[in-house]
Every structure is written in C-alpha cells, then in structure tokens.
C-alpha cells in the first residue's frame, strides 16, 4: 500500500512567434527545438510506460499560445522543412566524424534520433502534437490544464480585473476548442496569485491551480500541513504548492541532476565550433551562428571552460539517467515516510518544472522521468497521481476497499470521467474495459450524492466538529464522523428500510403492519425527521429518480412495497397528525439496491456525499481563531445532598 503521493507537474509555454514575412525566423526555431528535443521525447516516453504497463501519471500546462503555434499549418510546414535539413546536417557529420570515434558514435545517435523523431512526427502523429498529448489523457495518464491567455503575470495586469477575466476566459475557451473538454486546472503565469483572482477562476471552472513554495508559507492562516497538502482559497477553488526537496534536487545550480559531469553540455553546440562555410547552410540565413541542437560535449564540471569540456558519451549518460532517477525515487520515499509519521496523513509531494527542462536543457531528461515512474512502480511506495485524481481520492478509496474485498483488481480513475462516472467505473468495470454505465444511472448517483449533501448539526457533523475541534488532522475527524454515521440511527437508515420491506413480504400484509406500527409492536422506518416536519422535500425528488433508475435497471420488486406502505401511511390520521412522512432514506435503499450496490456499502455513499460538508466544518474550526475546543455544557441534576457511606458498607 502506498505510504504518499507524487504530483509531477510540467509547464509547457513558448511565447507565441510567427513570422510569414521571414523566410527564416530565428524565434521560430524555439519552437522547433522544443518539439524535437522535449515534446515528442516525453509522448515517446508515454508510450514506452504504457507498453510496459507502467503506471504513469503527470499534470501538463499546454498553454494557449504554445497550442495555437503546434496547431498552425505554416509552422507545422516549416517545422518539416527543418527536420529535413538537419537530417542532412547529421548525415555530413556522419561522414566527418568517421575518424574521430569519440564524436562519431555520438553522431549515429543523432542521426538514427532525428530520423526516428521525423517518422513519429509525420506518420504516427500526423503532425498533430495537441492531439497526441490529449490522446494520453483520455486515457487518463495525463491531465491538461491550461494558462492565461498570453502568460500575462497576474499580480501586475490585475490593477485592472478585467484584464484578469479576459485572459482566463480566453484561455478557457481557447482550451475547450482545442482539447475537447474546459480545463479542470491552471497554471498561473510565474505562479503568480492576487488574491480574489480565485473568484474568476471559480467563475469558469478551474478546480485548482499552484503556486511557488512561499505561497502557502506566508499565507493566512498558515497551513498545517505545510506544502504535503493542499488548501482551498475561501471560494473553495485548491491551491497545490511547490516542494522544495524535490525542486532542488533537479533545478539546484550546484547538486542538481542537470549539472553531472557525464551529461550533455548545452551551450557547446556545433553552430558555434564549425567551420562557418561547413554549417552556414544551418544556422541562421544572415550567418549569425546560432544553435543547431547538435552537441558533442559534456558538462565535464561546473568550473571547465567551454573550450576545455570533454567528449560526449550517449550511453553512459543514460546511465547516469537511470542511476538519478533511482535516486530521486529513493529520497521521495524517506521524504514521504519522515512527514507520514509526522503528520499523520498520506503526504503529497508536488514537483513542478518547466516542460523544457526535460530534453531542451536536460537533454537526458526524458529519460530521467521515465526511470523515476518505473522505480516508484518497482518499489510500491508512491503512487503518481494527477491532480484531480488527488482530489478525488474519497471515491477512490471507496472504490478500492470494495474491489479489495471481493478480490477484484483494481481500476484506476480516468481524466476524462466526471467525478461519479469515475466512481461507477471504478467500482464496476474490469481492468481496460471503457465504462459502460448507462447515463441515467449516472445521474442518480450523482443526484443523491448532492441530496445526501451535509446539512446543519446531525450526528456525523456534530462528530466532525467535536473531534477536529481539537486541531486533529482532518483523516481522524473523517474517521470519528463515519463511525457516527455507521450507526443504524444515522447512515444505515436505507439498509433498514429494506429489511422492513424484506420482513412485511407482500403487500397485502402491509395493513397489518401499519397496524403494528401503531401498536408500537413494529418500526416504520424511512418515516419522519427531526427537521422535516412535512413530507420531506428531498424524497419526492428520490421517488422520482427511482421510478427513471428502474426504467433502466428493471422493477425492483421490493418497489410496489413501498408504495403501498407509503399510501396506507399518508391517507391515516395517526402518520399525519404526528408529521410522520416518507424522508430520504425511505427510496434510496431501492435506488442503491438495483445499481447492484450492496447493502453494507450504503453508508459509504452516505459519507461521500457528506465528506465535502465535514471538511468545510474542519476548516471552520481549524482556521476560525474564535472557535475553541468543543466542551458540551451539563447540568447535573441529581440529588443535592448525599450522605457518604463506607464501602464495605454498600
């Protein structure tokens, strides 16, 4: 079992460049670097993992001008154009490093790389990048979200709001056009955060967003438990914060992976050492030497000189890809066990990084990440997530602990499921089966989820608040709520209305037990509420929803039951002098029974419908100052005065 989670979050932006009025756009080429050296490596990477098996997963930016420039017809030409030549320039340098076999092996693997990536790019992908990286969330190994419009920083155009509202809008739209669905996050340009920007955020339907490490340091009320969780800004929008350990263990100017001796050197590029009338025909049309992204140096150490670094070794810097990725993987779990025993929950850690790094700067980058997804896979400790996987990690564990115990795999959430069609998914469907669940069904399920919603003081809620009144964390809180709403006076109420039914047994016996009932020798059960001293408002949308489950599922038998107990009940003074009427409880247990859910899981439904509720109500008594620890008041009202007897004397 996983002890924490790991967040891998990549920010893929380039400004937006397009110059039809150049033959030869210097800018352009940003992009063509980035496509050939980052992009395609990491869905090449993608596809080795889900080959293998491999579970993988990672949040991804695909910012609105970075999509616009891989959509645009003229750059995707001109993208072609320079793979074609600097094919050629590889198969010249295969020819001019032949007697030199410290370069030469290096100049196979950029031949053989650049061949590899032209094939993919035009035939596998048919020069569609957006489309491939969508590919992979659908199948929910990947989840896109987007950015502002033109990465403006917000914190300086929020003088004006509306430029704020304009560039999310945009963004939000511009992503439904091109990825097919709205985005469920965003990455705020420089991680920059304004307070009440969350408000439009919410407005258009982001979920969450991150900021940098400080972010939720410095804020108010500082967070328990620091950046291994994250917080909801006051419209409810969550905010996943930077990890310091891990960002530095890639990003560190001194210590950082990148900075190995035996890995590519960047700013050694053949542009620069060859001959001007050999490479000219590469490099920019103007003769400005520019990179040509083929490079045959290592960074050999932090103080050599450009023109004192070593040959390139391809291989053995894999290696050292492998040996860091081992490595990275090792501290996430010592990291991940120290603040499990410290805090008490399942930690999460975020490592966000420029999309770029990995393969543009850090050449062997890609591979680095798909060493750290196959270790963490080897060694069972960490689970990936995504961050709307994390966020719907309550119906997860439902799901899990149900398959666990009928001893069926496990089916993991998918992206691009909502959240109670993941649900359903998860608890019904086989491994790599699509989710075949009828879409009133979905409904609901997720109707009763909302009417099943917390409200006011009862029981659970109360147990909530008592308990997270002490400052524990929100894991024992839940645990002391569940616990209250497992009682058959509180969340079994459902389960209790069938076995009601189940015991009358048909319906000409339910006179008889309406006669009962008002003897006091049996239980109506479903019926009245301590609020809800009229019918109650959320049954008659139940008894609704029911009559459309069972246009799907079939009769339930037990239905024509509670129909008739429902009618003798309302038509009879008794019932309706005391208020008694059908409550939620009295059809749901009907609804959940033909869905094929069986009887002791019913309560679990009750509690993921009401977990958002509880959490609102341990955030209230954590971040309140003015709410103390719960101490109920009594008042003692026994005998006044007692005269004290001995004990051998009792």
Excluded at 122 to 137: I, S
Excluded at 451 to 468: F, I, K, P, W, Y
Aim: proline letters at 6%.
């Amino acid at each position: 079992m996983e002890k924490g989670y790991w967040m891998l979050v990549l920010h893929a932006h380039l400004p937006f460049v397009r110059h039809p009025e150049y033959k030869d756009s210097f800018e352009e080429r940003w992009l063509y670097e980035a496509i050939i050296e980052t992009y395609i490596p990491l869905l090449q990477m993608f596809e080795r993992l889900e080959r293998d098996r491999v579970r993988f997963r990672l949040t991804m930016s695909l910012t609105p001008p970075l999509v616009n420039m891989l959509n645009d017809v003229l750059l995707r030409d001109r993208f072609q154009l320079y793979m074609e030549k600097l094919i050629e320039l590889t198969e010249k340098e295969l020819i001019r490093t032949e007697k030199e076999p410290e370069f030469h092996d290096t100049a196979i693997v950029y031949n053989s790389l650049l061949k590899k990536i032209y094939k993919i790019y035009l035939e596998d992908y048919r020069r569609d990048l957006v489309g491939a990286f969508k590919n992979f969330q659908d199948k929910g190994n990947l989840e896109i979200m987007t950015c502002g419009a033109t990465h403006g920083f917000f914190p300086l155009i929020g003088v004006h709001r509306e430029c704020v509202k304009a560039q999310i809008e945009v963004a939000v739209n511009n992503h439904k056009m091109s990825i097919g669905k709205p985005p469920g996050g965003i990455w705020l340009p420089e991680c920059g955060y304004n307070p009440g920007d969350d408000e439009i955020l919410k407005h258009y339907g982001i979920k969450f967003f991150f900021v940098d490490s400080h972010g939720l340091f410095f804020s108010n009320p500082i967070p328990r438990y620091g950046t291994y969780a994250p917080v909801y800004t006051p419209c409810g929008v969550a905010v996943f914060a930077r990890d310091m350990e891990s960002s530095r263990q890639v990003w560190s100017s001194k210590g950082g992976y990148p900075g190995d001796v035996d890995y590519r050197e960047f700013y050694r590029d053949t542009g620069y050492d060859l001959p001007e009338e050999y490479i000219k025909p590469y490099i920019h049309e103007s003769g400005i030497r520019i990179n040509t992204g083929i490079k045959y140096y290592r960074v050999t150490g932090d103080t050599v000189e450009l023109s004192e670094k070593k040959p390139y070794n391809y291989h053995k810097a894999l290696e050292k890809a492998r040996i860091h990725g081992e490595h990275f993987v090792k501290t996430r779990v010592e990291q991940i066990e120290y603040w499990q025993n410290n805090l008490n929950i399942l930690p999460l850690v975020v490592s966000p990084y420029d999309a770029e790094l990995y393969g543009h700067w850090w050449f062997e980058g890609p591979h680095f990440l798909e060493h750290v997804f196959r270790f963490m896979e080897e060694q069972g400790k960490i689970l990936p997530v995504t961050a709307v996987e994390y966020l719907e990690k309550y119906p997860t564990l439902a799901a899990f602990a149900y398959r666990h115990r009928i001893g069926m795999p496990y089916v993991y959430p998918r992206n691009d499921y909502g959240y109670v069609k993941n649900f359903l998914h998860m608890m019904f469907s086989m491994p790599g089966e699509e989710c075949n669940i009828h879409p009133v069904l979905i409904k609901a399920l997720d109707t009763l989820f909302i009417l099943h919603a917390d409200h006011e003081q009862n029981c659970s809620t109360n147990a909530m608040r008592s308990v997270g009144s002490s400052h524990c964390d929100p894991f024992t809180a839940v645990a002391a709520a569940v616990a209250a709403l497992y009682g058959p006076l509180h969340g079994g109420a459902n389960e209790a209305v069938l076995k009601m039914l189940a015991q009358i047994g048909s319906k000409d016996k339910v006179p008889e037990f309406i006669r009962k009932v008002k003897a006091k020798e049996a239980m109506l059960m479903g019926f009245g509420h301590r609020v809800y001293k009229s019918y109650d408002p959320r049954a008659s949308i139940v008894k609704k929803l029911a009559c459309e489950v069972f246009e799907v599922t079939g009769m339930n038998p037990l239905l024509e039951l509670a129909l008739e107990v429902e009618r003798i009940a309302l038509e009879d003074e008794y019932f309706v002098n005391r208020g008694l009427y059908p409550n939620v409880d009295f059809y749901t247990g009907l609804i959940y029974q033909s869905m094929k859910f069986p009887v002791d899981i019913f309560t679990v439904l009750f509690a993921i419908g009401r977990i958002p509720g509880w959490c609102s109500q341990w955030l209230e008594m954590f971040g309140d100052p003015t709410q103390k620890i719960v101490r109920p008041r009594q008042l003692y009202t026994g005998h006044k005065h007692r005269d004290y007897v001995s004990i051998e004397k009792r």
